[in-house]
């Protein structure tokens, strides 16, 4: 049985391992010996049509990535429970230093069309979907 999605991602791999280790392999020891050290913490969808190191073209480490589903930021809880954004922001920002923060949107996105349909107590996309 095969399975060209994960076939194509081994092959993806592969060349980045020719690119970067092979290729450029001082880019990957230094971020390696050095540390990541990005300038800006990226919030973004984690809808996987949009792929922000594509869309950018960034190189490894020039970008700190939070993906979730509509790129949303939950309110600061200073509580004992988990907040993963709240936690990676702070990291960011506290740790790595990152100087801009950028949210990133795009058109289309079922979180948002999703929330929407809630806020408006309209039925969201996949209710609709059930209903037929």
């Not at 049985?1 to 980045?16: E, H, I, N, Q, Y």
């Not at 509580?79 to 993963?84: F, L």
């Given at each position: 049985?095969?399975?060209?999605?994960?076939?194509?991602?081994?092959?993806?791999?592969?060349?980045?391992k020719a690119m970067y280790y092979e290729q450029r392999p001082e880019r990957?020891?230094?971020?390696?010996?050095?540390?990541?050290?990005?300038?800006?913490?990226?919030?973004?969808?984690?809808?996987s049509r949009v792929d922000p190191a594509i869309l950018t073209n960034a190189e490894p480490g020039e970008m700190f990535v939070v993906r979730n589903v509509a790129n949303l930021v939950?309110?600061?809880?200073?509580?004992?429970?988990?907040?993963?954004t709240s936690a990676a922001i702070e990291f960011a920002v506290r740790d790595l230093k990152v100087k801009d923060i950028v949210i990133l949107g795009h058109s289309g996105c079922g979180g948002m069309e999703a929330l929407v349909c809630l806020l408006y107590t309209s039925p969201s996309p996949r209710d609709r979907q059930k209903s037929r």
């Open positions: 049985m095969s399975k060209p999605t994960v076939d194509r991602m081994l092959a993806g791999f592969k060349s980045f990957v020891e230094d971020l390696v010996n050095m540390g990541q050290k990005p300038e800006v913490l990226l919030i973004a969808c984690s809808d939950p309110p600061y809880e200073p509580d004992e429970n988990y907040h993963g």
